[in-house]
Every structure is written in C-alpha cells, then in structure tokens.
C-alpha cells in the first residue's frame, strides 16, 4: 500500500528545534518532488518547503533561513529540518508527494500523496 508516513512532530519552546521525518512506503521511484506543508483550524494548509527529484529546495519567505528540507539516503524519506522555532510555526505539518521530478509551485494543489499529518507546538 502506498502511502506517506510522518513522524517527529512535538511541543518545543520558541527558539527550538525539531526534525520532521516523512516515509514514502511502497514508492518505488525515488526522484519525485516531496515537501511539506502546514496547516492551523480554520485556515488554508500553506506551503512550507518542497526538494524536487534533483534535490533543489524551496521555501516559502516565512521559513527562509530557519528550515531546511533534505532527502535520506533512503531516497524515498524526505527531512524538514526546523530551527528557531516561533509560537507561529505551531500547525500540523503535512508530507506531500508530487508525481513528478519537478516541483510545482508551492501550494497545496495537484500532490498525488498526503500523510495523515504530525502536530508541531511552539510555546512563547
């Protein structure tokens, strides 16, 4: 079954870090563009880094310098490394698969995989 597993979500203080991992199972290929987005109730999920097949990233303006996006050496896993924590990066992060090498613009539409979701916490 194919599907995006996440996991190192957490309540952390501001100023701290987290490392979001994401499993790609049953992905066979392992050069598709993969990212991350986030989501608060009641508002749009927002993009937050993508890295496509060749593992050039993007980041949206407000993470820039912060977090990093990488792939594991199991090419089908996908990092989000998060420094600096701020009380508004607080949402559930969401892994995504786009179903080709090159990403697309950084919004949520035509991924092809979502994750079920790992809760981030920031507290002031």
């Known amino acids: 079954q194919v599907q995006l597993v996440e996991s190192g979500g957490g309540s952390v203080q501001a100023g701290g870090s987290l490392r979001l991992s994401c499993a790609a199972l049953?992905?066979?290929?392992?050069?598709?563009?993969m990212g991350w987005f986030r989501q608060v109730p009641g508002d749009e999920r927002e993009g937050v880094a993508l890295i496509g097949g060749d593992g050039s990233p993007t980041y949206t303006d407000s993470v820039k310098g912060r977090f990093t996006i990488s792939k594991g050496n199991a090419k089908n896993t996908v990092y989000l490394q998060m420094n600096s924590l701020k009380p508004e990066d607080s949402a559930m992060y969401y892994c995504?698969?786009?179903?080709?090498?090159?990403?697309?613009?950084?919004?949520?539409?035509?991924?092809?995989?979502w994750g079920s979701g790992t809760l981030v916490t920031v507290s002031s």
């Open positions: 049953g992905v066979t290929y392992s050069g598709y563009c």
């Open positions: 995504a698969l786009y179903g080709h090498a090159t990403c697309p613009f950084l919004l949520p539409y035509g991924f092809d995989l």
